[in-house]
């Protein structure tokens, strides 16, 4: 009966304060209805009110009435309420419009005879589908049958702006809105399509920036648009409003991004106005962020943060586009305009909302219609750039055509004087080689004194690099000539015979060791021809010689006839070497061109000898040409007018100019110069690579005069079997070797010396990016361009030296195995973001209350205690396989690839070394310590992480948390191993350990339980006993807990703890169900345990 009573008064109370609602009366003439004047507020700064608490008398003195038409009180955490009184004359059916769509969550009451019958909800956190009527605003329904004289209340809360404009609609009225509407926005979003469609394709045909963040521009203030209006959300995101939140904020800091950039671009503001620039580039990062930001940050904030940063675009863009115009730059009237029309409807639209202006269409959109005029605007001021840029372009174009004219001019002029300084040169340097050759020479056939066999050996082999060189500037030199047309041919009568047999005479020497027989069958009466003497010899010098080299075994000849009815005589070669392939034939006789241009080509030259040799002919009057058989051999011909009137001449009386002999070094091996001032065992070890001999011994005896053991390998093979033999600490090695590359060679090392154990420098005579390249990808540590410096060798050698002992102490830092881990040889491999991911077994270990420790030692003792600690515990990581990823304080995070055994194994060990060290301590007066291991296995990420001036390797993953969680319940269950199900699982040998089952629990940064083991192995003597003694009743009290028979485990648990009282776990479990019989067991009881600490 009391009740009843307390009911009746809060009716009464309840009527009295809804009274005083002035009610808004519906007529059937009348189609619209503004609510802002007739609406009361309450304000609910903790949101925690209901429907029942609003409706309370004594809440009555805090509703209050609005002073505006719109409501709008801002950005805030409070939850408003709102409610309004109808009086309806009509029969119709209404349509309740709030025209703000980013409302979070609406509820709306309506009221009949003071109880609450119906209750809908709207809000842009709810799918689109559930609103009650389907509009881009949220729109409800009245229904005549309750809009007689009813009441009605709105709770509103949001993280936008809390604004609410509200207006009752008859559903005539409220259609003949929506046609007019969807024709404006359609209007707009048309007209904006097609201008972003039009400004696309000129990007694409000019590639101008501008048009590109333009287009972006257009495209995000038209979603921008589109989604303040909530068409966005209708037909783009109606089943997902979460992604509409998230990505509405970030559409807002694009739309000025593009905008900004769009400006900076259009006006050159870098160029022109270099602090604004400054800005520009702030606003730039600050927008960047901004469209990320949504991710991480509340939408409140985000959205205010971006109004107040549209704002300050706004001014910094305004600003730009006045000066530009101030400095008379011509597209800036355009931006000007475009902005202000933009600007100018906004402002139409401020003061519609304040009633100084008429509602009507233009009035309602007036921001669409300063948006299009803005994107037209913009559009032709893009348009005036081009032309602007069109009419530079041309003018620049003149002068650029004039500029190049000169410049050919110019490089006509400098390709001429380089000639004429490479003939110079070449000049130049024959006079000093010769006079070289001539004293070497005569030094050694004993002009001063008797010399020592090394030294002489050492002159010859000058002399026959300076005579190679000799021949090499001669080619040049001709090459010149023949390319500016300035060689001189001196024409005379030229007995061929006797030409040839000495030219042979002269080739004998590059046969060497070569089975080769050469025979000349031109005829004593050979026709003579009409040449020059010289050149001619040269010819066969070049053809002879070139049949020599590219013969090691077999026959060479040496023939004539007459061709072209007796007017030309016509010489062949022939050999049986290696032949010229088909795509060869039509370069061989260019400049620079080889049958093998390879590096590992085993025949030299420059590759001047045919291009010059054809040339010198067809300057003669002849013809050059060839026919060859890959790898069968190859006849070079050449033709030659034969001379007429030749009766007097005698055969043999051939003047030669002068006769070259050659002085070939054969010595196969080089006597090392030995230093007598270090013993040998002392010295560092160098292994020189090179196929010439020269060069091998120029580079020994830098090395042996600055105490270095050297010693030499002609070839990569030998080199390669050196290797096997004896240990070096550097390897100099040449590129271009025959048979086996440097490279290849330096790619066999690799396969078994890293990069930072042997290394290795290579010579190359091609300063080439390629190939240098090449050198360091194949593992290459250096590289030197022939000629060699001694003093930069040397001092490479001493830092490559130097730097591999370094490697091999940083090894201490950056294990090997941790390198290999993540497939590197090297520290100096190692990049920032380089990683590998694969399954592994995570293993933290930690001190407990190590700082309750730490706090009665001073640092030095921390230190040593620390690292005293380590010093034992650490090998016991390595014993079992795995490697120590890093130290965290007193803390300790190692992984094991192979097995989880080999986890439990270190652990276990790990705790055999504490308990000999805590015995070791006891005796010194000091402390125990325990430590907790945690055990988890999972896939994990191992590389490198930090910037570029810190890096450092780690390992991560959600495995790795929960390794350390683990670490973490130890401490809480009194155990010193836990593992977690995987690694049981993992476990098929389970007698190996002595484990039990600790029961399921929820840790931190996990929803769903996990189950948990400890291991009991490694444990004293006296907690081993007793736990395995207590191990069959443990198991039963815990399969009770998880059943949800939270009596027997209580009881069962308590026997234990009698036996165990120290079982940390045990008094967590008897805790944890004295507050559930306490609060009742839940209906969804799982069993499990909470830890949200570490």
């Known amino acids: 009966?009391?009740?009843?009573?307390?009911?009746?008064?809060?009716?009464?109370?309840?009527?009295?304060?809804?009274?005083?609602?002035?009610?808004?009366?519906?007529?059937?003439?009348?189609?619209?209805?503004?609510?802002?004047?007739?609406?009361?507020?309450?304000?609910?700064?903790?949101?925690?009110?209901?429907?029942?608490?609003?409706?309370?008398?004594?809440?009555?003195?805090?509703?209050?009435?609005?002073?505006?038409?719109?409501?709008?009180f801002g950005f805030t955490k409070s939850v408003y309420w709102a409610r309004f009184k109808i009086e309806s004359q009509s029969k119709k059916d209404y349509y309740l419009e709030i025209a703000y769509p980013h409302l979070d969550k609406i509820d709306f009451y309506i009221l009949l005879d003071g109880k609450n019958n119906i209750h809908k909800k709207a809000g842009d956190y709810l799918p689109f589908k559930e609103r009650d009527i389907q509009h881009r605003n949220f729109v409800f329904l009245i229904n005549h049958s309750y809009a007689i004289n009813s009441y009605y209340y709105l709770r509103f809360e949001s993280g936008s702006s809390m604004n609410f404009p509200m207006k009752i609609w008859s559903i005539t009225t409220f259609s003949e809105k929506k046609i007019t509407e969807m024709f404006v926005m359609g209007l707009y979003l048309g007209i904006m399509i097609v201008m972003g469609i039009y400004n696309l394709f000129i990007w694409f045909s000019v590639r101008d920036k501008s048009y590109f963040y333009?287009?972006?521009?257009?495209?995000?203030?038209?979603?921008?648009?589109?989604?303040?209006?909530?068409?966005?959300?209708?037909?783009?995101?109606?089943?997902?409003?979460?992604?509409?939140?998230?990505?509405?904020?970030?559409?807002?800091?694009?739309?000025?991004?593009?905008?900004?950039?769009?400006?900076?671009?259009?006006?050159?503001?870098?160029?022109?106005?270099?602090?604004?620039?400054?800005?520009?580039?702030?606003?730039?990062?600050?927008?960047?962020?901004?469209?990320?930001?949504?991710?991480?940050?509340?939408?409140?904030?985000?959205?205010?943060?971006?109004i107040v940063l549209a704002i300050i675009s706004s001014i910094w863009m305004y600003t730009v586009g006045i000066i530009m115009v101030k400095r008379k730059y011509r597209p800036a009237k355009f931006y000007i305009f475009a902005w202000s029309a933009f600007l100018f409807?906004?402002?139409?639209?401020?003061?519609?909302?304040?009633?100084?202006?008429?509602?009507?269409?233009?009035?309602?959109?007036?921001?669409?219609?300063?948006?299009?005029?803005?994107?037209?605007?913009?559009?032709?001021?893009?348009?005036?750039?081009?032309?602007?840029?069109?009419?530079?372009?041309?003018?620049?174009?003149?002068?650029?055509?004039?500029?190049?004219?000169?410049?050919?001019?110019?490089?006509?002029?400098?390709?001429?004087?380089?000639?004429?300084?490479?003939?110079?040169?070449?000049?130049?340097?024959?006079?000093?080689?010769?006079?070289?050759?001539?004293?070497i020479d005569s030094v050694v056939q004993g002009a001063a004194e008797e010399i020592p066999d090394t030294i002489k050996d050492n002159l010859l082999m000058v002399i026959a690099s300076a005579k190679r060189l000799s021949s090499l500037i001669n080619?040049?030199?001709?090459?010149?000539?023949?390319?500016?047309?300035?060689?001189?041919?001196?024409?005379?009568?030229?007995?061929?015979?006797?030409?040839?047999?000495?030219?042979?005479?002269?080739?004998?020497?590059?046969?060497?060791?070569?089975?080769?027989?050469?025979?000349?069958?031109?005829?004593?009466?050979?026709?003579?021809?009409?040449?020059?003497?010289?050149?001619?010899?040269?010819?066969?010098?070049?053809?002879?010689?070139?049949?020599?080299?590219?013969?090691?075994?077999?026959?060479?000849?040496?023939?004539?006839?007459?061709?072209?009815?007796?007017?030309?005589?016509?010489?062949?070669?022939?050999?049986?070497?290696?032949?010229?392939?088909?795509?060869?034939?039509?370069?061989?006789?260019?400049?620079?061109e080889q049958v093998d241009g390879s590096i590992t080509r085993t025949y030299g030259g420059t590759g001047l000898g045919l291009s010059i040799s054809k040339q010198l002919i067809e300057l003669q009057g002849g013809e050059i040409w060839f026919e060859s058989i890959l790898n069968q051999g190859s006849t070079f011909f050449?033709?030659?007018?034969?001379?007429?009137?030749?009766?007097?001449?005698?055969?043999?009386?051939?003047?030669?100019?002068?006769?070259?002999?050659?002085?070939?070094?054969?010595?196969?091996?080089?006597?090392?110069?030995?230093?007598?001032?270090?013993?040998?065992?002392?010295?560092?070890?160098?292994?020189?690579?090179?196929?010439?001999?020269?060069?091998?011994?120029?580079?020994?005896?830098?090395?042996?005069?600055?105490?270095?053991?050297?010693?030499?390998?002609?070839?990569?093979?030998?080199?390669?079997e050196l290797l096997k033999k004896q240990k070096f600490d550097l390897i100099i090695l040449?590129?271009?070797?025959?048979?086996?590359?440097?490279?290849?060679?330096?790619?066999?090392?690799?396969?078994?010396?890293?990069?930072?154990?042997?290394?290795?420098?290579?010579?190359?005579?091609?300063?080439?990016?390629?190939?240098?390249?090449?050198?360091?990808?194949?593992?290459?540590?250096?590289?030197?361009?022939?000629?060699?410096?001694g003093g930069e060798l040397l001092a490479r050698i001493k830092a490559h030296i130097g730097l591999s002992k370094i490697n091999q102490s940083f090894g201490r830092f950056v294990p090997l195995d941790y390198l290999k881990f993540l497939g590197k040889e090297s520290i100096l491999d190692v990049s920032l973001g380089d990683n590998v991911a694969k399954e592994m077994t995570i293993l933290f270990s930690d001190i407990r209350s190590f700082t309750n420790l730490s706090e009665s030692m001073s640092p030095e003792d921390n230190f040593r205690f620390v690292n005293g600690y380590f010093k034992r515990v650490s090998p016991k990581v390595r014993d079992h396989n795995?490697?120590?990823?890093?130290?965290?304080?007193d803390a300790l995070m190692a992984i094991y690839k192979e097995s989880p055994y080999n986890a439990l194994d270190s652990a276990i060990s790990q705790l055999q070394e504490l308990n000999r060290y805590n015995i070791y301590r006891k005796r010194r007066?000091?402390?125990?310590?325990?430590?907790?291991?945690?055990?988890?296995?999972?896939?994990?990420?191992?590389g490198i992480v930090g910037e570029s001036n810190r890096m450092q390797g780690d390992a991560f993953s959600d495995n790795v948390n929960l390794a350390s969680r683990l670490e973490g319940l130890t401490k809480y269950c009194g155990a010193s191993i836990i593992i977690s199900e995987t690694v049981y699982d993992k476990i098929k040998e389970k007698n190996k350990y002595s484990i039990r089952f600790l029961g399921r629990a929820i840790v931190k940064g996990r929803n769903n339980p996990i189950s948990i083991y400890e291991v009991l192995d490694g444990e004293t003597t006296y907690k081993l006993e007793k736990k395995i003694e207590t191990l069959v009743n443990f198991k039963e009290a815990v399969n009770a807990f998880q059943e949800g028979n939270l009596q027997k485990s209580y009881s069962l648990f308590s026997n234990v703890y009698s036996i165990l009282p120290e079982d940390l776990i045990i008094t967590l479990y008897l805790k944890s169900i004295d507050e559930v019989l306490i609060q009742g067991i839940p209906e969804d009881w799982k069993g499990t345990l909470q830890f949200q600490g570490k």
């Open 475 to 592: 080619d040049i030199l001709d090459f010149s000539k023949l390319k500016n047309k300035d060689l001189a041919i001196q024409k005379k009568t030229v007995d061929i015979y006797t030409l040839t047999n000495i030219v042979l005479k002269l080739s004998k020497p590059l046969i060497g060791n070569k089975s080769i027989s050469i025979e000349n069958l031109t005829s004593y009466d050979t026709p003579f021809v009409f040449a020059d003497e010289n050149r001619v010899q040269q010819i066969l010098h070049n053809l002879i010689g070139n049949a020599i080299k590219f013969t090691d075994a077999g026959k060479i000849t040496i023939s004539s006839e007459i061709i072209k009815n007796g007017e030309f005589l016509c010489i062949s070669i022939r050999d049986t070497g290696i032949g010229i392939p088909m795509e060869k034939k039509e370069q061989i006789f260019q400049s620079f």
């Open 882 to 889: 795995g490697l120590i990823i890093k130290y965290i304080g």
């Open 1 to 72: 009966m009391n009740k009843i009573k307390q009911l009746l008064c809060i009716l009464f109370f309840l009527g009295n304060s809804i009274l005083a609602i002035e009610p808004i009366v519906l007529t059937e003439e009348r189609g619209e209805y503004p609510l802002g004047s007739h609406l009361e507020i309450l304000e609910d700064k903790e949101g925690k009110l209901t429907i029942d608490d609003v409706q309370k008398s004594e809440m009555e003195k805090l509703w209050f009435k609005t002073q505006s038409e719109v409501p709008n």
């Open 638 to 720: 050449f033709s030659l007018p034969i001379a007429q009137n030749t009766q007097t001449l005698i055969k043999g009386s051939v003047s030669i100019a002068s006769e070259e002999t050659e002085s070939l070094v054969t010595k196969e091996q080089v006597i090392s110069i030995k230093s007598s001032k270090r013993n040998m065992d002392n010295q560092l070890k160098v292994l020189i690579v090179d196929d010439e001999p020269i060069n091998l011994q120029v580079i020994n005896n830098y090395l042996a005069i600055n105490e270095y053991h050297a010693t030499q390998a002609s070839n990569g093979f030998d080199a390669l």
């Open 734 to 789: 040449d590129i271009m070797m025959p048979r086996m590359s440097g490279y290849e060679v330096c790619q066999k090392i690799r396969e078994e010396y890293p990069i930072h154990e042997l290394p290795i420098i290579i010579l190359t005579a091609k300063d080439q990016t390629t190939d240098l390249v090449q050198g360091y990808y194949v593992g290459a540590n250096d590289y030197l361009t022939k000629p060699v410096s």
């Open 214 to 306: 333009y287009v972006g521009y257009i495209v995000f203030i038209t979603y921008y648009q589109s989604t303040y209006y909530g068409i966005t959300y209708q037909y783009l995101w109606f089943g997902s409003p979460f992604l509409y939140n998230l990505i509405y904020p970030s559409i807002l800091f694009l739309t000025f991004l593009f905008a900004t950039t769009f400006t900076s671009h259009f006006l050159h503001v870098k160029e022109n106005l270099p602090i604004f620039h400054k800005i520009y580039r702030v606003l730039f990062i600050v927008l960047i962020l901004g469209t990320i930001l949504p991710l991480f940050i509340s939408y409140r904030i985000i959205t205010t943060n971006g």
């Open 345 to 439: 409807g906004s402002i139409i639209l401020s003061l519609k909302a304040f009633g100084i202006l008429p509602v009507n269409i233009f009035t309602e959109y007036s921001v669409q219609f300063g948006s299009i005029l803005e994107v037209i605007l913009l559009s032709l001021g893009l348009a005036d750039r081009i032309n602007e840029l069109k009419e530079q372009n041309e003018k620049a174009n003149a002068e650029a055509v004039a500029n190049q004219r000169l410049a050919i001019e110019n490089l006509k002029k400098a390709n001429k004087l380089k000639d004429e300084f490479l003939a110079n040169t070449s000049h130049e340097l024959r006079t000093p080689l010769n006079g070289i050759i001539g004293i």
């Open 925 to 942: 007066g000091f402390n125990e310590i325990q430590i907790g291991i945690g055990i988890h296995t999972g896939f994990v990420m191992m």
